[in-house]
């Protein structure tokens, strides 16, 4: 199966630092998208950022980074000056062919003050 | 511009009973898919519509059914609700290319079966 794997259930981070989501994934096309969305307790799914495989570059969205290793399938999302607002379940994503998401088991980031 | 917008919010519904959970995608997004969110299986893919038409299906049991309507709304069936049913539907929207724009979701529809 094409999975999606995220190993930390649980992270912590004070406010004004920076922490690091962890994200693998296994994929046999060459070709894909993956996506990291937020999660606050309103439910709705947030897009956080996006990353292109065949992009060397890694993604920047101003505070949000990823480091994106294609060869290691590894997709880690890095929050930089954590505010209390970036409280949320982080869910990393993968897109296959045919517009469907598979979605790893999700991190909950806790901002402590 | 409007969001994704799901209608009900919330829902109980009673064991073997039927429910329908609508939809509403940003305007000129013409693909939905939906996923159910639980605690023990977390997000799966139920299936994705793109004008009218099933393009795409997860691997639900065909008590879960869907269709999409003209304007792009969509509508998602579970019919014979089991306790196992109960979740938090979620609908996503997109363009016709999904990679170009990304997904939008809603704030979904929390169903408890009882």
């Known amino acids: 199966a094409q999975t999606v794997t995220q190993s930390q259930p649980e992270m912590s981070v004070q406010e004004a630092e920076t922490v690091t989501l962890s994200c693998t994934y296994d994929?046999?096309?060459?070709?894909?998208?993956l996506f990291w969305y937020k999660q606050p307790p309103s439910r709705q799914m947030i897009l956080v950022i996006r990353?292109?495989?065949?992009?060397?570059q890694n993604a920047t969205e101003n505070r949000f980074s990823v480091n994106f290793q294609k060869a290691a399938k590894s997709f880690s999302l890095k929050i930089s000056d954590s505010q209390l607002g970036d409280a949320a379940m982080y869910f990393c994503?993968?897109?296959?062919?045919?517009?469907?998401?598979?979605f790893g088991e999700g991190t909950q980031l806790t901002v402590n003050p | 511009k409007a969001g994704v917008t799901q209608t009900p919010r919330y829902l109980i519904k009673t064991r073997g009973q039927q429910v329908t959970l609508s939809c509403s995608p940003i305007?000129?997004?013409?693909?939905v898919s939906w996923y159910q969110q639980t605690p023990g299986q977390g997000l799966q893919f139920l299936f994705e519509?793109?004008?009218?038409?099933?393009?795409n299906k997860g691997n639900f049991p065909g008590r879960f059914s869907g269709r999409q309507f003209s304007n792009s709304r969509s509508e998602m069936n579970v019919s014979t609700l089991e306790l196992g049913d109960s979740a938090l539907y979620l609908c996503?929207?997109?363009?016709?290319?999904?990679?170009?724009?990304?997904?939008?979701f809603g704030s979904g529809t929390r169903l408890t079966v009882v």
């Open positions: 990353q292109e495989a065949y992009k060397q």
């Open positions: 994503a993968r897109e296959t062919s045919g517009s469907r998401l598979t």
């Open positions: 994929t046999s096309e060459s070709d894909y998208y």
């Open positions: 305007s000129g997004h013409r693909s």
């Open positions: 519509y793109f004008s009218e038409t099933q393009r």
């Open positions: 996503a929207s997109s363009l016709s290319v999904a990679r170009v724009g990304g997904y939008t």
